[in-house]
């Protein structure tokens, strides 16, 4: 079993920046994927940021340039730097792992992030 535990959510002003954490407990690998989803109101969940297994990074094309996703493996924890925030990045953003021992991915409880104009 794998627990996510997310923080740094907010209420930020547009060109702000924000700092997400999210950090797993339970049976965690350093080759499980780890990343950021986000899903605003009236939309689906989509890709923010991820490491895959392979140690690869993935972006969303709206957040090139202005997000940037680390992980501390020490800690089992995932960052996402969020940088010249706008206001189509609120959403409620989510922390996912998924783990090539399991069949099925695990998610945060999610945490708002609220972009001001």
């Known amino acids: 079993q794998v627990q996510l535990v997310e923080s740094g959510g907010g209420l930020v002003q547009a060109g702000g920046s924000l700092r997400l954490s999210c950090a797993a407990s339970g049976r965690v690998f350093g080759s499980d994927a780890m990343g950021w989803y986000r899903q605003a109101p009236g939309k689906q969940r989509s890709l923010v940021a991820a490491?895959?297994?392979?140690?690869?990074?993935n972006y969303a094309d709206s957040v090139k340039g202005r997000f940037t996703i680390s992980r501390d493996n020490a800690k089992n924890t995932v960052y996402l730097q969020m940088n010249s925030l706008k206001p189509e990045d609120t959403a409620v953003y989510y922390c996912?792992?998924?783990?090539?021992?399991?069949?099925?991915?695990?998610w945060g409880q999610g945490t708002q992030v609220t972009v001001s104009s």
């Open positions: 490491f895959t297994t392979g140690g690869n990074t």
């Open positions: 996912n792992l998924q783990s090539i021992y399991s069949p099925y991915p695990y």
